[in-house]
């Protein structure tokens, strides 16, 4: 259930501060991305969140696996974001691109005091990683958000689209999530309004886009290894500080990688006053269908049962069967109610490979019944 106390945004930039920032203003130099060019060879952006302080960073340091050296590199005082390379350090350092342990640590004298604050990355095929290795031409990333607890949260993430020297932008760095949002009534969430007549959106990782259609697409970061999402972020367009949820029924994101389009319809558990705008179309005209997929698992063939709960109408639809990376593997038409069967082919009469598979049955582009199913060969 939602909460509804207006004085949280006064406390969201603090709230989001302290959980983002040592409270003593200590200086760091933080991982921001690394990214690596064809020949392996390594660029590492570094995030300075009190900016550099040339008279209060007395050295800074890297060390990855096969070594440790000092920054050499020196920034503007101000400067948010500095840029290293192996030619920046005292002495050469090789960066696995399979799989590193970076540590970055700055030594200070800050307020009198001696100290040393450390940060870094666990990537690739080291365990305890928190994000896969880069394909060639990828970097690797490290991504902000506020959650729904005003808590500042930060994922390492795997990106298409390098923002060296700028700061980070989720560009190239997620897949793509689409599908369908229905209400609590099952209808198709068109648009969104809270209070109720505010403009706003719903959020996962990125802003939720949704069509008059209520088809919805919103970019999904890599997870390492997985993440059940039970919920959605409601926020204001015209005021980001202002943040809720909405649950949903829980679904699983797994093994995401950049360019990944994932089938995933989402149905809310509560709307309380999340009011949608909802295009729908004439109940005594478009008649109520169902669908029953068996068996399920299969190994051989498994068949769709359709039946319209109104004889007087005949209205043609599609059965959709998606592979789990979002590929499209067969199209079936449905002719009215019967039950039609699928032979685990694809739309090139090849035989498909053993996994899960998605399936959505639609009518008049309206999508009326949707589930998963197993091959078992």
């Not at 390379?85 to 005091?113: C, H, M, V």
């Not at 089938?263 to 909802?278: A, K, M, N, P, S």
């Not at 399936?359 to 019944?369: D, G, M």
């Amino acid at each position: 259930m939602k909460t509804k106390y207006p004085f949280r945004i006064l406390f969201f930039g603090i709230a989001v501060a302290l959980s983002a920032n040592p409270v003593d203003n200590t200086p760091i130099a933080r991982f921001s991305e690394l990214v690596f060019n064809e020949a392996n060879d390594w660029t590492l952006e570094l995030f300075f969140p009190f900016e550099y302080q040339e008279n209060a960073i007395d050295s800074a340091t890297v060390s990855v696996v096969s070594g440790a050296a000092k920054i050499n590199a020196a920034w503007h005082p101000g400067t948010a974001i500095g840029l290293i390379t192996s030619d920046s350090l005292s002495r050469p350092l090789a960066i696995k691109r399979e799989g590193d342990a970076i540590q970055i640590s700055t030594y200070s004298s800050w307020q009198g005091n001696q100290q040393v604050r450390v940060d870094g990355l666990l990537f690739g095929n080291m365990k305890g990683a928190s994000v896969g290795p880069p394909q060639a031409g990828y970097s690797i990333m490290r991504n902000s958000w506020t959650d729904q607890h005003l808590n500042a949260i930060t994922m390492d993430c795997l990106t298409q689209i390098h923002s060296l020297g700028v700061i980070n932008d989720t560009l190239g760095l997620s897949g793509l999530l689409k599908g369908h949002i229905y209400d609590t009534k099952n209808d198709p969430v068109t648009g969104l309004q809270v209070f109720p007549a505010s403009p706003s959106r719903f959020y996962l990782h990125t802003s939720i886009v949704i069509d008059k259609m209520g088809a919805y697409q919103t970019g999904i970061f890599r997870k390492f290894p997985s993440q059940t999402i039970d919920h959605l972020y409601v926020r204001l367009d015209d005021f980001a500080g202002w943040i809720d949820t909405v649950a949903v029924q829980p679904f699983e994101l797994a093994n995401i990688h950049p360019g990944t389009n994932v089938i995933q319809d989402i149905h809310l558990l509560d709307d309380e006053y999340v009011l949608t705008d909802v295009k729908k179309r004439n109940s005594t005209l478009f008649p109520k269908i169902t669908m029953i997929n068996y068996p399920n698992p299969f190994n051989t063939s498994t068949n769709f049962h359709v039946k319209i709960h109104d004889l007087s109408q005949r209205i043609d639809g599609t059965i959709t069967i998606y592979s789990v990376s979002g590929q499209i593997v067969k199209q079936i038409p449905v002719d009215g109610h019967t039950t039609v069967k699928w032979n685990a082919t694809d739309m090139n009469g090849r035989l498909a490979p053993s996994g899960i598979y998605h399936y959505k049955l639609e009518f008049n582009e309206r999508t009326v019944s949707s589930g998963s199913m197993i091959f078992l060969k």
